[in-house]
């Protein structure tokens, strides 16, 4: 990693990334500048550099008008729009070779694998039609069921660190607020407004009964896919989300009663909240379930007020246990996928994958590791639908320059890599590799490895750091610390 590269995840990180962005309009050589920085934002560089196509504008710009109207200056200081741009390398318009990120989830036809989740972001007509124009390929509808719960206000709360306010999310929302028969009006219109798009239903009943009622209804309405929802982490009452997706046995019952009711494919939405996923999957499978869906929230305890000792989301001083999502829980859901698709009674069970994906990237990890399709909803609440351009357009970009021309050819390439422990080469040592003309003489380095590992780096008359190659394991602690990129992976010996 650069300099530059610091710079523009320093500067992007800054933006507001505002609705109907000032600097926009201010631009006299109409460049789409709040576009471009989302696409930086979102790892999507290829496209930052395709939007500023001919190149030249920021480097001539003398006015620098943008700036002086960025509502991040309302703050602090206004993003450097201008430096910030001029990092960026133009590519010379031409003919790119076409890319398919169209697959087939559980025999259904989905244009791309991007998916809205069952929650907020999904839960009624306008909301879903408005994700669907911008290049969403289906929803999960949130969760329906034949009661309606009373939420509490407030439901959400964030977790931070250092600058970045959003690390991990935290609600304790329920499913649905609306009528049944709201819900099964929104969904039919929404089939029949937009027919190419994939609806997957979202059903949670009370018993075997009401799963059965609930898949009726759902084919009835014109759904594509049936989501049971066995791992909502905070339901109000027993035999509900989580308490169903931890007992196998129920998971069982539960998908049998589902397919009772309908032909359509039916999805088995799986709760973290277990040491073994794998186990209620296998129950949910050999049940009639055609697909898994993973993971939903983690459960999760936020924020302890140490004034009030009351913990967040703060309802008149008490909270509860509620669902962790976000970014922080990636490496969470990714293990959870690895440890299905490795399973050989599940490795050819489609997985529909979910946990922190907010950008291509993200997505492209769970893909790489089995899923078919994935799913977004901590992102799209932070950011909006519109980071499905970056969703699409960088994984094209990234297919296209790797060599791929479909999205299938990524499919659960990574998972030979994932191996047990014990069979991990334990015989060499990679040790890092120092670039002292990056180096600031900060010295993070020296603390970390003296106070966190092997006390292998010592610090030069010059300020700089040297390493005691008798010492060092090879842990790298320090190439993670350096903020300035000047440590990386060396020689392996």
């Known amino acids: 990693m650069s300099y530059k590269t610091i710079k523009v995840k320093t500067e992007t990180g800054r933006c507001l990334l505002c609705h109907d962005a000032p600097c ?61 741009l001029t990092t960026i390398d133009t590519q010379d318009s031409k003919t790119e070779l076409p890319i398919d990120l169209s697959i087939d989830f559980c025999g259904v036809h989905c244009e791309n694998p991007f998916f809205l989740s069952s929650s907020v972001i999904g839960s009624n007509y306008e909301m879903v039609a408005k994700a669907f124009d911008m290049g969403w390929a289906g929803v999960a509808f949130k969760t329906v069921g034949t009661f309606v719960p009373k939420e509490v206000s407030p439901r959400f709360d964030a977790l931070e660190k250092e600058s970045t306010p959003w690390v991990g999310f935290k609600n304790i929302e329920q ?101 073994n996923m794998e186990i209620p999957a296998v129950a949910a499978v050999e049940a009639g379930a055609d697909g898994i869906a993973a993971i939903n929230t983690i459960k999760s305890i936020m924020n302890i007020n140490l004034s009030t000792f009351s913990s967040g989301p703060d309802v008149m001083g008490k909270s509860s246990v509620g669902g962790y999502s976000g970014k922080a829980v990636k490496p969470i859901a990714l293990r959870f996928i690895r440890d299905m698709k ?25 893909i790489a590791l089995g899923c078919e399709t994935v799913q977004v909803t901590t992102a799209v609440m932070q950011y909006g639908y519109r980071i499905i351009e970056d969703l699409i357009d960088g994984m094209s970009n990234y297919m ?49 490895c003296y106070d966190g590992g092997h006390q292998a780096i010592t610090i030069g008359s010059d300020g700089k750091p040297i390493l005691n190659g008798m010492k060092c ?7 993670l610390i350096c903020p300035a990129s000047a440590i990386s992976t060396g020689t392996r010996v």
């Not at 030249?56 to 309302?74: N, P, Y």
């Not at 490795?342 to 994906?357: D, F, Y």
């Not at 394991?473 to 190439?479: N, W």
Request: some cysteine.
């Open 24 to 84: 926009n309009k201010a631009c006299p050589y109409g460049v789409p500048i709040s576009k471009m920085i989302r696409s930086l934002r979102f790892e999507n560089e290829a496209g930052a550099s395709k939007r500023l196509a001919g190149g030249g504008f920021c480097q001539e710009c003398t006015e620098e008008s943008c700036m002086k109207v960025c509502t991040r200056g309302k703050i602090d200081y206004p993003i450097h729009i201008k430096d910030l």
């Open 175 to 275: 499913i649905s607020d609306h009528t049944f028969e709201e819900n099964l009006e929104f969904m039919r219109k929404l089939k029949q407004d937009y027919p190419e798009k994939v609806m997957i239903a979202s059903i949670m009943g009370q018993n075997e009964d009401e799963w059965t009622f609930l898949a009726k209804k759902m084919e009835e309405i014109g759904a594509d896919i049936i989501e049971c929802n066995f791992s909502c982490p905070h339901m109000t009452g027993e035999g509900l989300g989580s308490d169903v997706g931890s007992n196998p046995e129920l998971v069982r019952r539960y998908t049998q009663a589902t397919r009772k009711g309908t032909k359509l494919p039916i999805l088995a939405k799986m709760t973290p909240n277990i040491t």
């Open 342 to 366: 490795s399973n050989e009674r599940l490795k050819s069970t489609p997985i529909s994958g979910m946990g922190g994906i907010e950008t291509w990237k993200d997505a492209a990890e769970f």
């Open 400 to 448: 296209r320059k790797e060599g791929y021309s479909h999205i299938n050819e990524i499919v659960g390439k990574a998972l030979s890599n994932i191996i047990p422990a014990e069979e991990l080469n334990r015989h060499s040592i990679c040790y890092p590799k120092f670039d002292r003309s990056l180096c600031v003489s900060c010295k993070r380095c020296y603390i970390s």
């Open 473 to 479: 394991v090879g842990c790298q602690l320090c190439v």
